[in-house]
Nanobody, 123 residues
Framework: QVQLVESGGGLVQAGGSLRLSCAAS????????MGWYRQAPGKQRELVAA???????NYAGSVKGRFTVSGDTAKNTVYLQMNSLKPEDTAVYYC?????????????????WGQGTLVTVSS
């Protein structure tokens, strides 16, 4: 079973920076991609940024140029560097991993979510 542990959330003033980390552990064959999603009160969860095992990245338009996603494949860890934070970035940020795990019948895909970390940006 794969587990994700997130860290790095907190309170920051507008214009400030935060760095989120998410480490995957447990029994897995590989990780195809990892990413960050966020959910603000009363809103749907949305993709913030993601990175594949090959290093390809994808960003939401609202964070392009301000956020940077990166990964350390040796540590099965993904990071989200958030700069020039705005009050509208306030949300619970969730890490997600698309992993491949072994079962008695073979390999299968497994989508795993972290518990979430709160980011609050004050104006």
């Amino acid at each position: 079973q794969v587990q994700l542990v997130e860290s790095g959330g907190g309170l920051v003033q507008a214009g400030g920076s935060l760095r989120l980390s998410c480490a995957a552990s447990g029994s897995m064959f590989s990780i195809n991609s990892m990413g960050w999603y966020r959910q603000a009160p009363g809103k749907q969860r949305e993709l913030v940024a993601a990175i594949t095992s090959g290093g390809s990245t994808n960003y939401a338009g609202s964070v392009k140029g301000r956020f940077t996603v990166s990964g350390d494949t040796a540590k099965n860890t993904v990071y989200l560097q958030m700069n020039s934070l705005k009050p509208e970035d306030t949300a619970v940020y969730y890490c997600k991993a698309d992993a491949v795990v072994g079962t008695v019948t073979g390999l299968r895909s497994s989508e795993v979510w972290g518990q979430g970390t709160l980011v609050t940006v004050s104006s």
